[in-house]
Nanobody, 124 residues
Framework: QVQLVESGGGLVQAGGSLRLSCAASGRTFSNYPMGWFRQAPGKEREFVASINWSGVYTYYTDSVKGRFTISRDNAKNTVYLQMNSLKPEDTAVYYC?????????????????WGQGTQVTVSS
């Protein structure tokens, strides 16, 4: 059974940092792009960041560029999202997405596997 399990969410003040992790089990994702999405209350799920299989190439939505960093450790079958300079508008449930069609995939339908999400709340 393939599972993606996110962790690292929580409550942080504006300007603070969090590091999200996504641990995969049941299959290896080391040959595939991975991504992060988020869904704020009352809004649609949106793309945040993606990374190619080796970790060399990354892609971000404009609102997080320069603040968030996606990375991966294929030996651990884990993807990370380092989030710095957090803003209240970053508050959302963050989802890990596995096996993307390409490293710049931004649509939900581009990914085959999903985690259950982890809540990130940024207070002002």
């Amino acid at each position: 059974q393939v599972q993606l399990v996110e962790s690292g969410g929580g409550l942080v003040q504006a300007g603070g940092s969090l590091r999200l992790s996504c641990a995969a089990s049941g299959r290896t994702f080391s040959n595939y792009p991975m991504g992060w999405f988020r869904q704020a209350p009352g809004k649609e799920r949106e793309f945040v960041a993606s990374i190619n299989w080796s970790g060399v190439y990354t892609y971000y939505t404009d609102s997080v560029k320069g603040r968030f960093t996606i990375s991966r450790d294929n030996a651990k079958n884990t993807v990370y999202l380092q989030m710095n300079s957090l803003k209240p508008e970053d508050t959302a449930v963050y989802y890990c997405a596995g096996k993307g069609k390409n490293w710049q995939a931004t649509r939900q339908s581009d990914y085959d596997y999903w985690g259950q999400g982890t809540q990130v709340t940024v207070s002002s």
